[in-house]
């Protein structure tokens, strides 16, 4: 909390795969993260675990890897 700047916070979570290559994550005023900590992680992971699918996804339609 506050690692980058005072009165702001973030939360983040890689997508995954064989090889981290992206996350995704928010920073909202830590007011709201105090208020919405856990609603913001949860949609974050699930961000990207869709990132992931995605990716997943479109690699097997075009057969790049």
């Given at each position: 909390?506050e690692?980058y700047?005072?009165?702001?916070?973030?939360?983040?979570?890689?997508?995954?795969?064989?090889v981290?290559?992206?996350?995704?994550?928010?920073t909202?005023?830590r007011?709201?993260?105090?208020a919405?900590r856990w609603?913001?992680?949860?949609?974050?992971?699930?961000a990207a675990?869709?990132?992931?699918?995605?990716?997943t996804?479109d690699?097997?339609?075009t057969?790049?890897y």
């Open positions: 909390v690692e700047r005072p009165g702001i916070a973030g939360v983040a979570a890689p997508v995954p795969g064989a981290v290559r992206a996350a995704v994550g928010v909202v005023s007011a709201e993260f105090a919405r609603e913001l992680e949860v949609a974050v992971r699930e675990a869709r990132v992931a699918r995605a990716d996804d690699t097997r339609a057969g790049a």
